[in-house]
């Protein structure tokens, strides 16, 4: 039998505020009790909610019931004991639960896939409690605000181990959130971060144990315990620096335009997003100067050639010409439409090993500045990791997820940097 143990005042103030806040964020590191802390107030919540049907969700269907309905024993399924029974509604796992307020519904969903977000679209959800919010897709996650617009009280849970400071989820997502919450205290965000030291059912000597089993230093350490927001184990630019390889309108390097040529670097997408960057080569340092960044799926809008034509023209036409444009090989259709509009365009080299240790020189040199403005090539950079399964088969390839500013940036290097100067 699981004997709880009492809650330390950070986790206390936490579970208080989630009955006025109507989004609730639970990040820290492992063991913390933020699966706890979330299941007791949704399942608190559930008994005299107005709505009947609810959520909850994870990066997979098999995550939210192991971490939601168990719960180490404290879930969903042993607060309703007696009361509930698992089942299907509209062909969907969920849980039937009876209530004091009546039935209650709590639909389980999948979100780690492009494409899961359909399968909770046509519902209004009371409620919805997503377990590694950070794991799940993007569009998925938009799709459970949106499912809970309507909500008679609205209450979305979040909670996840930290990721790379500008993952997706920080960037899109909480700061949004954490900027509204700054400038209207009632806005009803309720942020809360934990860490083992929080677990009071775990001994102090336990937790000692604990800590001399990991190396201070890993990536590991800051993440799992400390709860720290890191870069991943196995970033292939391990040699990037937030600060050395930036700038901002203080540290520009005075005239640029007038002393660098200029250039395009594109990586075409129509689903995938699509990326140009306006780049100063001043033949010692690369310069990102901007990036056009065009995610159809996220904006659920896609472009064709044409728009995609317009859209870079009007993107560089305030500045001094291109020189040329290093254009993504597999881009025939869109190259065709640059050329007809009197643009010079090279097809870029496509070699992914060489270029990426070409770009790697180049970062480690600083000879690579980024205009700190360009947020989404900033967020690529620090995920751009090694594929562990390729590497298994003894091939060195990039995992293929937000990569596209990093493949603009490979092609101009491989490119124009290798064939017209020397690199190292």
């Known amino acids: ?24 964020v639970a990040e820290g590191g492992k063991r913390g009790g933020k699966n706890v802390l979330a299941t007791l107030s949704f399942c608190i919540q559930l008994e005299n909610h107005p709505n009947r049907l609810h959520l909850i969700g994870g990066v997979s269907n098999a995550t939210a019931k192991l971490n939601i309905l168990d719960c180490d024993g404290f879930g969903l399924l042993n607060y309703f004991e007696g009361r509930c029974r698992e089942g299907k509604f509209k062909d969907r796992d969920c849980v039937y639960i009876k209530a004091r ?8 969903s999948g979100g780690g896939k492009d494409g899961d977000e359909k399968l909770i679209k046509g519902n209004t959800y009371g409620m919805a409690y997503i377990t590694e919010a950070n794991e799940c897709h993007p569009k998925y996650i938009q799709e459970v605000f949106d499912r809970t617009l309507s909500s008679a009280d609205r209450k979305v849970f ?11 989820y920080y960037i899109d997502v909480l700061n949004f959130h ?7 205290p009632n806005y009803g965000l309720n942020y809360g971060h934990f860490t083992i030291a929080d677990n009071m059912s775990i001994s102090d000597e336990k937790v000692r144990e604990v800590l001399s089993t990991y190396d201070s230093k890993s990536v590991w350490y800051q993440r799992d315990i400390l709860g720290n927001r890191t870069s991943a184990e196995g970033v292939i630019y391990a040699c990037w620096d937030d600060e050395e390889n930036t700038y901002d309108d203080r540290t520009r390097r005075d005239g640029l335009e007038t002393i660098a040529p200029r250039y395009a670097a594109v990586d075409y997408g129509t689903e995938n997003p699509c990326v ?14 901007r990036e056009y960044y065009w995610d159809g799926r996220r ?18 036409e305030a500045r001094p010409p ?35 240790q070409r770009t790697a020189n ?49 092609y101009y290097i491989a490119t124009m940097v290798a064939k017209y100067r020397t690199v190292g």
């Open 1 to 24: 039998m699981n004997i709880p143990s009492p809650f330390t005042y950070n986790q206390k103030a936490f579970f208080d505020r989630t009955f006025n806040s109507w989004f609730n």
């Open 101 to 108: 307020s009546g039935e209650k519904i709590v639909l389980i």
């Open 158 to 168: 979040h909670d996840f181990n930290p990721k790379d400071p500008l993952h997706w």
């Open 178 to 184: 954490q900027d509204k919450q700054r400038k209207n």
């Open 276 to 289: 140009f960057l306006d780049i100063y080569d001043d033949g010692v340092t690369i310069w990102v100067d």
């Open 299 to 316: 904006e659920k809008q896609s472009k064709t050639n044409d728009q995609y034509a317009d859209d870079f023209c009007k993107f560089f």
């Open 322 to 356: 291109l020189n040329s444009v290093i254009m993504d090989p597999s881009a025939d259709s869109f190259e065709t439409q640059l050329k007809s509009r009197g643009l010079i365009v090279r097809g870029a080299d496509n070699d992914v090993e060489k270029g990426i």
């Open 362 to 410: 180049m970062i480690y040199q600083r000879k690579l500045k980024v205009n700190k403005q360009c947020k989404n090539f900033l967020s690529e950079i620090h995920g751009y990791i090694w594929d562990d399964k390729a590497r298994m088969r003894g091939d060195e390839k990039p995992l293929k997820q937000q990569d596209h500013a990093m493949d603009a940036i490979r």
